[in-house]
């Protein structure tokens, strides 16, 4: 038989301990920040990120000694990504937008999901330094600071504000990709945003903030919390390519409805192939 879950009761515990966890980015925004280069020159992290991670997953992990973790950190330490099983597995990023964090940029938050049997449950993402706490459990809605969110009701990608984050052209191999989008982009919509955290930015399509978001070479722990969130939030995040995202290598673009996801797609589709043949 399989085990019951109280998802009103694991929602209330993430609730509390990531309001908490809060605190410490408020606390340090402004004070000096021990920097490290996790490989990459521009994959930074900070004590404050491990030291979240810890205290999100050691007090889950008082309360609920069987479930399993995915965080950031501890990933990086371990140098592998753990498998998503059934089991009820907390998908945490401790500091979303950890350059943002480390310049006092203010997008910057915890994201945390429960994942069951590969189904996102529970999804939380917090920015504490603006007190925008952005909630969703499966099949009951999407919430900012309590109150009901739903995306934007606008039909056409030419009346849209969209949001890409342009870095992954710093290796070579995607500048073309990247570039060419963005012309696409700047040609075809009111405008580009540029926020440096995947988690805040699908909220901000869950709140009709901007239509739609375009990323690629993230990971669960970016997208896990916002994608249930837009999702309760009458939104859709899909892969880039069209078609279901794959939540462990995801590349996404995530929009206020279908159509406007579809009309992106379309969009990217026909301004690479002419970039291509134009400059390749
Ligand atoms: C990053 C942010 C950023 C995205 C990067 C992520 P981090 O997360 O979400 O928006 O473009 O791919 O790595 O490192 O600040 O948690
Ligand atoms: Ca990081
Ligand atoms: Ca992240
Ligand atoms: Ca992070």
């Known amino acids: 038989m399989s085990e019951s879950h109280d998802i009103e009761e694991y929602y209330n515990i993430a609730e509390e301990l990531v309001l908490k966890a809060g605190k410490?980015?408020?606390?340090?925004?402004d004070s000096y920040k021990n920097v490290q280069c996790k490989g990459i020159e521009w994959d930074l992290v900070t004590e404050y990120d491990r030291k979240i991670e810890d205290i999100?997953?050691?007090?889950?992990?008082?309360i609920y000694p069987k479930h399993k973790f995915i965080g950031e950190e501890t990933t990086a330490e371990n140098k592998c990504l753990p498998k998503l099983t059934?089991?009820?597995?907390?998908?945490?990023?401790?500091i979303d937008g950890t350059t943002n964090f480390i310049h006092q940029f203010p997008h910057t938050c915890i994201s945390v999901a429960l994942v069951i049997r590969k189904k996102i449950e529970i999804g939380?993402?917090?920015n504490p330094l603006m007190k925008q706490f952005f909630s969703a459990k499966r099949q009951k809605g999407a919430f900012l600071n309590g109150r009901?969110?739903?995306?934007s009701k606008i039909a056409n990608l030419s009346d849209s504000l969209i949001a890409m984050e342009p870095w992954i052209a710093k290796n070579s191999n995607y500048l073309v990709s990247v570039y060419s989008r963005m012309h696409a982009l700047i040609q075809g919509t009111h405008g580009i945003r540029s926020l440096g955290t995947a988690a805040l930015t699908l909220?901000?399509?869950?709140?009709?903030?901007?239509?739609?978001?375009?990323?690629?070479?993230?990971?669960?722990?970016?997208?896990?919390?916002?994608?249930?969130?837009i999702e309760e939030a009458g939104g859709?995040?899909?892969?880039?390519?069209?078609g279901e995202l794959d939540l462990i290598t995801p590349r996404i673009i995530a929009a206020c409805n279908h159509s406007i996801a579809e009309q992106l797609i379309q969009l990217f589709k026909t301004i690479v192939k002419y970039f291509k043949q134009k400059y390749l």
């Open 236 to 242: 859709t995040v899909i892969d880039t390519a069209g």
């Open 24 to 29: 410490i980015i408020e606390n340090a925004i």
């Open 203 to 229: 909220c901000y399509v869950a709140m009709g903030a901007i239509e739609a978001y375009h990323v690629e070479s993230i990971e669960v722990w970016d997208v896990a919390a916002g994608k249930l969130i």
């Open 56 to 62: 999100l997953q050691t007090q889950l992990s008082e």
């Open 124 to 126: 939380i993402v917090y």
């Open 148 to 151: 009901p969110i739903k995306t």
């Open 86 to 94: 059934d089991d009820p597995t907390w998908i945490i990023d401790p």
